[in-house]
């Protein structure tokens, strides 16, 4: 139980897989969109404990260890179409216009179910839910602050991508702020 509560805090907060692992850099390319904080933080939470089944399952008792990878990207595609209809299906409002791309090619997904797949189950489990959830959070946060930011006068000189890096830093450093939270 104590793997699951560390991995869920350290996904979520500590390590968070966009600001501390550069593993879902991507997703800021459009931080705007609510659909892609909701479809990533899903995929993130359905494939981690779906791919340690696979690789426990599978791949370990084949010995087919070294095509983690090769097996791991192919199951991101079905779940990545499942949290697209399931969002369509809850949110119709959201636009899901140009999500497929970004949640095919996300990088916060397939590196959460490559360290996953390295511990326990409920290591796995919390790290998929954490992580999602904090996909989520520094997203929707992230579109909250560039919504302050486009409300207030910025230099002509910090408009555009300046400020996008400006605020990705911020965000940065806020959560560096849990660094060292559950540590002996």
Known sequence: MTDFIFALLGAAL????ILGL?????????????????????LIALATPLAWLLDQLMLAPLGLDSLRLFLFLPLAAPLAWLCLRLLARLRPALSQEGLWPLLL??????????????????????????????????????????????E??????????????????????????FNGMGAQ
């Open 105 to 150: 090619a996300n990088g916060a997904a397939l590196g959460a179910m490559l360290i996953g797949s390295a511990g326990s189950f409920s290591a796995a489990l919390g790290l998929g839910i954490g992580g999602g959830l904090g996909f989520w959070l520094v997203l929707t946060l992230f579109d909250d602050l560039l919504g302050q930011v486009d």
């Open 152 to 177: 207030s006068r910025v230099p002509v000189a910090f408009r555009g991508t300046p400020m996008l890096l400006v605020c990705a830093g911020l965000m940065g450093l806020a959560f560096l702020g």
């Open 14 to 17: 500590v390590n968070n897989l």
């Open 22 to 42: 550069p593993l879902g850099a991507d997703s800021l390319r459009q931080p705007r969109s609510r659909a892609l904080a909701l479809a990533g933080g899903a």
